[in-house]
């Protein structure tokens, strides 16, 4: 099981980007999947994140400006980031919690960072 991670980039404050994040492998259901990001110097934090039934959870800095939405046929989440800040520069971290039936057990997936850079 994979976790691709794309988009990310170069972006002037105030401006946009989209992040995507897919889950690629068999036997497994996505029980919520979002994003982490990690600045210089700084510890790993919470962004977003949305569960199998849609439900979505934001860190208080990026509320009104980043939404998240998932396509579950295709396993993947999107993640529009708008109005975004100097602040907002960080490496973006897809994370997901995937359920294996066959083994009854849930692990925690992490997939490569893609780099946000805010220019101010």
């Known amino acids: 099981v994979q976790l691709q991670a794309s988009g990310g980039g170069l972006v002037q404050a105030g401006g946009s980007l989209r992040l995507s994040c897919t889950a690629s492998g068999d036997g497994f259901s996505i029980n919520s999947i979002g994003w982490y990001r990690q600045a210089p110097g700084k510890q790993r934090e919470f962004v977003v994140s949305?569960?199998?039934?849609?439900?979505?959870k934001y860190a208080e800095s990026v509320k009104g400006r980043f939404t998240i939405s998932r396509d579950n046929s295709k396993n993947t989440v999107n993640l529009q980031m708008n109005s975004l800040g100097p602040e907002d520069t960080a490496v973006y971290l897809c994370?997901?919690?995937?359920?294996?039936?066959?083994?009854?057990?849930?692990?925690?997936?992490w997939g490569q960072g893609t780099q946000v850079t805010v220019s101010s």
């Open positions: 994370n997901a919690a995937l359920y294996f039936s066959d083994r009854d057990i849930t692990i925690i997936k």
């Open positions: 949305i569960s199998g039934g849609g439900a979505t």
